[in-house]
């Protein structure tokens, strides 16, 4: 009767033979080192929640002013792993003779930040003193204000643009 040939026992000492070469190539186990090299660059992140509702002024006292359209619904966050670092706003195109966009954002812990400032195209300063961090959900606030000697009454758009940068 023929005898079946099974490769199992064969092929557990064949890997345990292999296994005992590496171990008596190798006796102490040995040690191996690898060098890994890192770079972190500096990190600046801002976001804003969204569009505000439109600004619309429609009212006044008589013998006052009219009244400044104001909104609170958007929010602003950041993210920097450097300090001394501010953020500005500009307007892509100035705002109509006599009628004026401000800005004020929330400062977070730390950091500092100018009451209502109106925007143009140039950049302005909003906030400063920011140290590296991260903060979220911080308060935008914008204003409209278009006194009665200004003389404009109609509607348009302008874009407000936000950047976070570091100072020396």
Known sequence: MPMKKS????FALAFALVLSGVALANPGGGTVSQQVSFEVTPIKALAVSGDPQPLVINSASAGQEPDDA??????????A????????ASLDSAMPLGV?????????????SEDYVALSSDDQILVFGLD??????????????????????GDGSRTVTFT?????
């Open 7 to 10: 490769f199992a026992p064969v």
């Open 70 to 79: 104001i909104d609170s619904s958007t929010s602003y966050s950041f993210t």
């Open 81 to 88: 792993n450097y300090g001394n670092t501010v953020i500005f």
């Open 100 to 112: 004026t966009l401000s800005v004020k954002l929330a400062a977070p812990v730390g950091a500092s």
């Open 132 to 153: 590296a961090g991260t903060a979220s959900n911080l308060g935008i606030w914008y204003k409209l204000h278009a006194p009665a000697e200004a003389g404009f009454k």
């Open 164 to 168: 976070l940068m570091g100072v020396s």
